[in-house]
Structure formats: C-alpha cells, structure tokens
C-alpha cells in the first residue's frame, strides 16, 4: 500500500542571525566573534531609516537581496538575469547592476512556499 500522507512541505528561510546561548559563548572561536559595521554599512542603515521614516523602501543591492534570501550574490545575479526572481536592472551595460525591493522577495519567497509542487496543507 502507497501511503499519500507524506508531503514534503517546505519551511520559510529564517534570515535572522541565532543567538548563542551565555554557556557557549567561551567555547566560540575568535572567527566567530562579532565584526562591528563598516562606514558604508552604517551609512546604508541610516539612509534605510530614514526613507522608511518618510514612507518609501530603499531597493536591495544584490549582495543584501541575497543575504536577506539565504543565497550566493552570484546566484541572486544570475537568477534575476532569467528572469526568476523579481529584480530591477539600473544600467544598460552588457553586465547589469540589480536592484531588488524587500516586499517583491518576500511575496517570491512566499510563491516559493506554496507552489503547485509543493502544496500547503492547512
């Protein structure tokens, strides 16, 4: 007999870094320790702050799109060059510069979740 009841069912990516419990922060190796923000990240955060504060989203780079989605910047580019993932190009050169907006990757990611293959079960 076929058993019907095993789907696999696919779990939203969690971009979030974990939180390392206090007993196991003296057992962290040194390349685990934080690394504090460069200038142009600070930089970056500010001016996302502030066009939030005045009602509209600064786009992602590719390097931050891919971060926020859990996957090589390499992969991100050639994902928006077929077309896969909703991106922007802002140059009209043979190698375009991407741009992706926060709310159109989490409605892809969210596609991604409950597609036709992989149904969700309520």
Not at 39 to 60: C, H, K, V
Request: with cysteine; hydrophobic share 25%; aromatic share 8%.
């Amino acid at each position: 007999m076929e058993n019907t009841n095993h789907r696999q069912s696919l779990v939203p990516i969690d971009t979030r870094p974990l939180a390392t419990p206090a007993s196991d922060r003296s057992r962290t190796r040194k390349s685990d320790s934080h690394i504090p923000p460069t200038d142009a990240q600070l930089r970056r955060f500010q001016e996302r702050r502030r066009a939030q504060e005045l009602g509209y989203e600064l786009p992602f780079s590719t390097e931050e799109a891919a971060e926020y989605v859990g996957l090589h910047p390499k992969t991100m580019e050639r994902m928006a060059r077929r077309g896969e993932v909703p991106a922007y190009p802002i140059s009209g050169a043979r190698r375009k510069t991407w741009r992706y907006y926060r709310n159109e990757l989490d409605e892809w990611l969210r596609g991604r979740l409950n597609s036709r293959r992989y149904p969700c079960s309520l």
